[in-house]
């Protein structure tokens, strides 16, 4: 889904498993220029609180709140599970930033 201001970021949501049982949860923010970065971080910030709390039955740690709005990376066990924050380069300018859990 497009975050406003034309399209420069978007969030897509992906469930990977078979019909029984999902084993990973995506969260994936696309950041296609350098303005409102810190907005879109925000938005992703909510939606994976959203998603921690509906999937595993947790509040968001600090950490993790703290990683996503500054664009750290990291790993974290929440109940049985693991959450992961990490960034990758997709071209000079841009990057995604994903929040897994799994």
Known sequence: MPLGGGQTHTLRYLAQ???????????????NSRRQVQAAHQRLLRNARLL???????????GPVNAILTVATGTWNLNDAELV?????????SYEYRVIIR
Request: proline share 3%; aromatic share 2%; charged share 25%.
């Open 17 to 31: 498993g078979d019909e029984k049982t999902v084993r990973q949860l995506r969260l994936i923010l696309f950041i």
């Open 52 to 62: 921690v709390e509906n999937a595993l039955g947790v509040d968001l740690p600090e």
């Open 85 to 93: 924050l990490q960034q990758g380069q997709v071209r000079m300018g």
